[in-house]
């Protein structure tokens, strides 16, 4: 009994040295915060759809050339693009053509939840076609069916916008790239 | 002569008197590297934080859309559009069925009812605001948190409910990715 009291008295004494514990702490949390995926967060500035031109607006319209008005329509079976007023790959004397769509899948028969399934490399050359012919054009107004998820179309905002498109500094005051090209998107329902 | 008993306590009494008069010993704790880490979240947190003007707080399960977009996001008011409810203002408004549909029991036409009254409650708060500082007119600004598998036609009422509260300017956010 003396013996085991002894025995305790003598281990009570020693005191844990928290320096070592201390070091590692300091290094793991650095090291912890440098390995943490951080989400970072950006905005698709969209504008809502002007149901009426203004009376000078129009005046402007009458004064110029015809625009481009390109319209992109998500289908659930690919994009049909129109320009013009005129659907691009139409039947001969038609205006549009909803039986097929001017740029199919690239993934036909994926899931609604694939977002690959879209052919965002074919739109983005088509909208750089647009573009070489219409270079003071900026505006693309986008619609789709009501299944089609946010992320395809967040997808095909990003491929008329152009890959290369950034407007961090543009938003700051500085010059748009010429590498953007539709890159202010209208979306409004039944476009097509 | 002296028995062994006599003797250990003996001892026993002299390490009692040795323990009694024994100062007694206060802990000291080296706190320098507790405060050095202390230090770095507290800038950390403080970086993340005054970074953007807008704090994005996606609500449970909700997946945020992916974008090679870089433009930052600049004042608004957010709108969380997950795949269960919409929510404004930390309020659950409006649940959405499985297949991701507004509650028709919340819906006229395009128009979400309680969102509705929500978003003109706070527009109606923010242009009072505006008024009562003397600045420029309140642009009604709104960011739409959705989730990657959003149908449109939610995403077309959810707009079309905050144009009639007079918000005229939309974004969508979206987590920017490297490529």
């Known amino acids: 009994m003396a013996r085991k009291k002894r025995k305790g008295a003598e281990e009570g004494e020693v005191e844990a040295n928290l320096l070592p514990v201390m070091n590692i702490m300091f290094l793991l949390i650095p090291a912890l915060l440098?390995?943490?995926?951080?989400a970072r967060f950006a905005a698709v500035n969209v504008n809502p759809p002007k149901f009426a031109a203004s009376a000078d607006q129009k005046k402007e319209k009458d004064d110029k050339k015809k625009p481009l008005n390109l319209k992109v329509f998500i289908l659930e079976d690919g994009y049909r693009i129109s320009a013009q007023d005129q659907q691009e790959g139409a039947d001969a004397g038609k205006s549009a053509d909803s039986s097929k769509p001017t740029i199919p899948l690239a993934k036909p028969g994926a899931a609604m939840d694939d977002f690959d399934r879209y052919d965002y490399v074919a739109l983005e050359a088509k909208a750089k076609q647009y573009k070489s012919l219409f270079a003071h054009e900026t505006v693309v107004t986008i619609s789709a069916e009501n299944t089609i998820p946010m992320q395809a179309l967040i997808q095909t905002m990003d491929a008329l916008r152009g890959s290369k498109c950034r407007l961090a500094k543009a938003m700051k005051g500085e010059k748009v790239p010429e590498d953007c090209l539709f890159w202010q998107s209208?979306?409004?329902?039944?476009?097509? | 002569m002296t028995t062994p008993d006599q003797l250990f306590l003996a001892k026993k009494a002299a390490?009692?008197?040795?323990r009694r008069d024994k100062v007694e010993e206060v802990g000291d704790l080296n706190i320098t590297s507790l405060m050095d880490i202390v230090s770095i979240i507290v800038i950390y947190l403080l970086k993340s934080y005054a970074t953007d003007p807008v704090i994005i707080m996606p609500t449970a399960g909700q997946k945020i859309p992916l974008s090679h977009a870089?433009?930052?996001?600049?004042?608004?008011?957010?709108?969380?559009?997950?795949?269960?409810?919409i929510t404004f203002n930390n309020k659950k408004l409006v649940t959405l069925d499985d297949d991701g549909n507004v509650?028709?029991?919340?819906l006229k036409g395009h128009l979400i009812g309680p969102l509705f009254d929500a978003m003109a409650e706070e527009a109606d708060k923010a242009k009072a605001m505006k008024a009562a500082q003397g600045e420029e007119p309140w642009n009604g600004r709104l960011i739409l948190v959705g989730d990657q598998r959003l149908k449109f036609s939610t995403l077309v009422n959810v707009m079309f409910?905050?144009?009639?509260?007079?918000?005229t300017e939309f974004a969508f956010c979206v987590i920017q990715t490297g490529g």
């Open chain 1, 34 to 38: 440098l390995a943490m995926e951080v």
């Open chain 1, 186 to 192: 209208v979306v409004e329902a039944g476009a097509g």
């Open chain 2, 15 to 18: 390490k009692k008197a040795a």
């Open chain 2, 70 to 85: 870089d433009a930052p996001i600049t004042d608004g008011v957010p709108v969380y559009i997950s795949s269960r409810a």
């Open chain 2, 103 to 106: 509650d028709p029991a919340a």
């Open chain 2, 161 to 167: 409910t905050a144009g009639r509260a007079e918000f």
